[in-house]
């Protein structure tokens, strides 16, 4: 990517328009190469050293399997941003309709399922959810993007935390069985009282961090796996509403594409999406 590319993807009128959404980004990236150097060149490197009966070959391995992990997460959200899902009807080509919701900030007739976001202040197409870390909304044709880069986040985050437990379990044995779990939880307090060195400190601290992202990975994953398979949107979920759900296969091709079975392989895989954003083939069995 040239500085042109960066300086035009930063100056991007509907991207981390808000101080939480920068503040969000910027924790993502930066955390994002301080996770890869701490678990290829630290932890990774301590298993694969010779002097515990590892090798160069077997850590290279795992460094290459990382940089997949981190590459892809990065590249979805890259593709998450770059992607367009504001609700342009002319772009569409699409006639407005006067029996769709009206919106007072756009002052036009929206698409069903398309709602407006306070902080992009745009219409955005089968909107799901403002996502801070991308500073950007989550709709119709991003949806997949944001769902491969928390997968592989996740993925990344089971990885590091099958490492971590055995090399935190290592640095800090001379706390013992009951005194380790004390000492993840309130490594502040353990080193106030002189339990845990300033390195031991940091080893707590981000195996705390390591395992908190694995929860909040679950529990992201959980929340999309359960809205695409049965072709809802947030607010379609809080509402109960499963007027869109076509069955989980056609409600997976809704958010992946035709190609949907490559398609989470690397976000430039091109996968076209069934539907235009504006028009939704309507259940024939409805709940509701
Ligand atoms: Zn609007
Ligand atoms: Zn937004």
């Given at each position: 990517?040239?500085?042109?590319?960066?300086?035009?993807?930063?100056?991007?009128?509907?991207?981390?328009?808000?101080?939480?959404?920068?503040?969000?980004?910027?924790?993502?990236?930066?955390?994002?190469?301080?996770?890869?150097?701490?678990?290829?060149?630290?932890?990774?490197?301590?298993?694969?050293?010779?002097?515990?009966?590892?090798?160069?070959?077997?850590?290279?391995?795992?460094?290459v399997f990382s940089l997949f992990l981190y590459a892809n997460s990065l590249a979805n959200v890259y593709k998450?941003?770059?992607?367009?899902?504001?609700?342009?009807?002319?772009?569409?080509?699409?006639?407005?309709?006067?029996?769709?919701?009206?919106?007072?900030?756009?002052l036009?007739?929206?698409?069903?399922?398309?709602?407006?976001?306070?902080?992009?202040?745009?219409?955005?197409?089968?909107?799901?959810?403002?996502?801070?870390?991308?500073?950007?909304?989550?709709?119709?044709?991003?949806?997949?993007?944001?769902?491969?880069?928390?997968?592989?986040?996740f993925m990344a985050a089971i990885y590091s935390n099958f490492y971590h437990f055995s090399f935190m379990t290592d640095r800090l044995h001379h706390l013992g069985q009951y005194g380790i779990p004390f000492c993840v939880i309130l490594p502040h307090f353990c080193a106030l009282f002189g339990y845990l060195s300033f390195y031991q400190f940091l080893v707590a601290v981000l195996s705390f961090i390591g395992f908190f992202l694995l929860v909040i990975f679950l529990w992201l994953i959980s929340i999309q796996v359960v809205q695409i398979a049965t072709g809802q949107t947030r607010y379609e979920r809080k509402r109960g509403d499963h007027m869109y759900n076509n069955g989980p296969?056609?409600?997976?091709?809704?958010?992946?594409?035709?190609?949907?079975?490559?398609?989470w392989l690397c976000p430039w895989i091109s996968s076209s999406l069934p539907e235009n954003g504006a028009s939704f083939r309507v259940s024939e069995v409805k709940t509701k």
């Open positions: 990517m040239t500085w042109q590319n960066i300086r035009r993807f930063l100056r991007n009128p509907h991207f981390a328009r808000s101080p939480h959404d920068r503040a969000a980004f910027a924790m993502l990236i930066v955390g994002a190469q301080l996770a890869l150097w701490y678990e290829t060149c630290h932890v990774m490197q301590y298993y694969h050293s010779e002097e515990n009966g590892g090798t160069s070959a077997g850590w290279i391995a795992h460094v998450m941003i770059r992607t367009r899902v504001i609700c342009d009807l002319t772009v569409l080509g699409v006639a407005e309709n006067a029996d769709w919701p009206y919106c007072e900030r756009c036009s007739h929206r698409p069903p399922r398309t709602h407006h976001c306070r902080v992009c202040d745009i219409c955005v197409l089968k909107r799901d959810h403002h996502c801070w870390f991308g500073g950007c909304c989550v709709g119709h044709a991003n949806h997949r993007y944001y769902f491969c880069a928390i997968s592989y986040m296969m056609e409600n997976i091709r809704a958010v992946f594409g035709e190609r949907w079975y490559i398609a």
